[in-house]
């Protein structure tokens, strides 16, 4: 394993090139691929790599690009791309595809927001535009999770209780182009780590089918009740990949739910990305005033972890919700789901707080106006939009 200065998009870029070459020993890797700021560094680290068995195929938009993925994996190969914001948008189709034909296809959205008017900046409205896809949905807040959730999500996304494809997000420009330390691993260790992808269902030319005919409703009902049990059967699988993850690399990852500080907490404040990350160090110096205030991250989105996030939260009696996100006419989508999760077992007031749209910075004193916000309400109200710093 070696530590490097890298940026988050060509960590990302090589621990896809090492995920693709453990597959050399079955039917190798493809990836199609398809440059958009701010995600092309990690296109141009893939297509300089040399695998014993893989290919990178340029193509002409990123509807192409899950194309290839697809294809790749019907025919057996451990398949990847990268995409944000529009081109999210625009492969959409095909996001859909790939999850309906169980492909463990893992995409690394780095996170932009969704335009017109353009704006090259970080909001996750993109990847959660996909929260209906039948996609797992992970959101880093640092380089470090970046490189160890990518490796997670081919071990859990490839799993025969699961085979479901796999988002890895992060914030676009703070991680993608920020340079930070990170422990890369050696190519043993990913091989180690990654069994040989087999696809149950891949084409074979000894017994030819085809894919994608039409199908009765019954049997449509069956086929979306199935991808049901295998999102409920996720949080095991991922436990027991942290598990082998520890064995291997000597450092446990972070899983669905990271709690801090949330013991005999009275108010908790649950976030994701990179703003987990200036606010765990708000929470820590209100700590030192005495204030019995935690927080959670949320790295896991789908399936949303809502047992873990129940017995985090605890007794608390406040939470806030910050979302860097905006479902116009609702609110943010992390409150909607956290919501959803408290209200028939839980009496805590919960409050969101919309804010970092358009990659505002998200600055500890707006963190801080959020708290005594929160700390002085005896009622929760529509979702509160914070400004924040251009």
């Known amino acids: 394993m070696s530590r490097m200065l890298l940026t988050g998009n060509y960590a990302a870029g090589k621990v896809l090139a090492l995920a693709g070459e453990a597959n050399r020993g079955a039917r190798g890797c493809a990836s199609g691929a398809y440059p958009i700021t701010p995600q092309t560094e990690i296109i141009e680290v893939l ?24 294809g790749a994996a019907l025919a057996g190969a451990r398949a990847f791309t990268a995409s944000s914001s529009n081109g999210l948008a625009y492969m959409t ?12 296809i893992v995409l690394i959205a780095v996170n932009r927001t969704l335009g017109p008017p353009w704006n090259i900046w ?27 959730t990518i490796l997670m999500a081919f071990r859990v996304a490839e799993d025969h209780r699961i085979l479901l494809p796999s988002i890895v997000a992060m914030d676009g420009f703070i991680i993608s182009h920020m340079q930070m330390p990170v422990e890369i691993p050696d190519q043993s260790q990913v091989d180690r780590f990654l069994p040989l992808c087999d696809m149950p269902h891949r084409l074979r030319a000894e ?10 409703p019954n049997e449509t009902e069956k086929q979306r009740r199935d991808i049901q049990s295998a999102m409920e059967r996720v949080p095991a699988v991922l436990r027991e ?22 013991e005999g907490a009275e108010t908790v404040l649950i976030a994701s990305g990179t703003m987990a990350q200036t606010l765990r160090g708000v929470i820590r110096e209100r700590r030192k005033l005495g204030e019995k205030i935690g927080m959670l991250r949320i790295k896991m989105f789908r399936p949303f972890p809502r047992r873990e996030v129940l017995a985090a939260i605890g007794g608390a009696k406040r939470i806030g919700v910050i979302d860097r996100n905006h479902s116009p006419g609702s609110g943010g989508i992390f409150w909607q789901e956290v919501a959803a999760t ?18 505002g910075d998200v600055r500890p004193a707006a963190l801080n106006g959020v708290i005594d916000d929160l700390t002085r309400r005896s009622s929760a109200t529509d979702p509160i939009w914070k400004e924040v710093a251009a």
């Open 47 to 70: 297509s300089d790599t040399q695998f014993t068995k893989g290919r990178i195929v340029p193509v002409e938009s990123e509807h192409s690009a899950m194309g290839v993925c697809i």
């Open 93 to 104: 189709e095909n996001v859909f595809c790939a999850g309906y034909y169980r492909l463990p």
């Open 122 to 148: 970080v909001d996750q409205g993109d990847s959660l535009t996909l929260r209906d896809a039948p996609w797992l949905q992970f959101y880093s807040d640092s380089h470090q999770d970046l490189v160890d």
């Open 207 to 216: 017994s030819p089918s085809t894919i994608g005919g039409l199908t009765w």
């Open 241 to 262: 990949a942290a598990d082998s993850f520890e064995s291997v690399f000597g450092r446990r990852p972070d899983e669905a739910v990271v709690p801090f500080d949330t």
């Open 342 to 359: 408290l209200q028939p077992k839980h009496e805590a007031l919960v409050q969101n707080y919309i804010m970092g749209i358009g990659g």
